[in-house]
């Protein structure tokens, strides 16, 4: 039987639930422990493929094709596997499928309600996530805060899980804030005592207490936790800030967390081995050198908007040996003042993310401009790829107003066009070419170099392609397309010979990285830039 361990967030949102969830998963699989993970998004959205990254962060692609919650990122990271759309839970999609039965006459008459078909159904959703393989523990996350009228349905649900499924096959994690004020240096309980008293009024007793704050618990916070949140002074843990989020799974671990959930759920670890985990902390703390890489976006002021692309920038650094410093540049800035470009002068290495819209784009381009014409190692990814080919058209082949339909539907040079698939979709959601295709890669290439490799797969999101009328006269000034997708007719990465490294890919390779197997693209980009200091 498949236990459960759910992991809830009080005070305050971004404390880093989906970091605890991946470390207690790490944690339970380095003692032989089978783990799956599954998130629940109290909001109406169906799924996060359509919000604007400033409210949500980044949207993480699965191997399927799904638009998922970042944390799938942490999840995926930390416990080096593949999710699918399955492992996501969202309002939107709960209250789907109960209007569908209801419409088809599925309840029989019933006046549907919150209670009992609403939890019913978040309930079978779970239970579904644990049947498909059938681990010895499901991690569930729940998002949002604590006292949010939109979780209210999910925290009940799981209030009858537990009931349903006995305590000793459910255990309930909260991840509360204890901060510190300033002016008198005392670790404040209050917000958390409220925010278990919110959980306890709705009948759910937290079973152990993760505590986010800047310097670790001292013995009278804990004390006082334990008393006023009635758990045992082991139930209390400190997550205080450390320089690094692969850290926290150590951090937490020599706290005991692993054999208190254990012994919670009566459950016997079969091996008890963190060493390779902690002989990668112990490397990235003595990292020998550093390098400076320039991010160029339109969403710079929220780094969750580009956190899988600052991980896949780290886990390169760490392979080879260095830390990356990134330079995180507002392509709007540019775009109002061109001047400013030269705030690229002091970097290694300048990558332009994912993106979509023509706000910030004519910034990117400028960035795009100044790493092909100074011989500065450049990455595009997506947006940054498509970008890319719009630069070199304007710059290389003297195409005027040469762009992407996309940000200028009237162009006289559409590099970029709508993928031809596309032009009769009406409804906007989960509709873009998603999830991991297979790509050829051109033998003798730089990209063929990279991987090792004639073919791949990788995650997609786009849709938008290069024009393949145009590709002729490309290759003709220099630029190439070193690998291809749906038998030769869609370009998927891009690279200029004779430049130390100017290579843009189709695809989304920062959704394949891991802490100790950086992706390819991003390891021969950082290289690149360690060789340009």
Known sequence: MTKYVIITGGVLSGLGKGVTTAAIGLILKSRGISVDVCKIDPYLNVDPGLMNPYQHGEVWVTKDGYEADLDFGHYERFLDIELGRDHNITTGKIYLEVLDRERKGGYLGQTVQVIPHITDEVKKQIQMIARLNHPDV?????????GDIESMPFLEALRQLRMENGRENILFVHVTLVPTLDAVGEQKTKPTQHSVKELRAIGIQPDILVCRTDKPLLPDTKAKLSLFCDVGKLDVLSNHDVPSVYEVPVVLDEQGFGDNILGKLSLREKHHDLKDWRRFIKHIKSLKQSVRIAVVGKYTDLRDSYISIAEALKHAGYELNSAVDIKWVESIDLEDDPSKVEVLSDVDGILVPGGFGVRGSEGKILAINYARENKIPYLGICFGFQLAAVEFARGVLGLRGANSVELDPKTPHPVIDILPEQKEIKQMGGTMRLGEIAVDVESGTLANAIYGCTVIGERHRHRFEVNPDLIRRFEERGMIFS????????????????????LATQFHPEFKSRPQRPSPAFLSFVKAALENK
């Open 138 to 146: 499901l991690l569930v996350e729940i998002g949002g805060t604590t």
């Open 483 to 502: 690998a291809r997708s749906d038998n030769g007719r869609r370009m998927e990465i891009l690279e200029i010979p004779g430049h130390p490294h100017f």
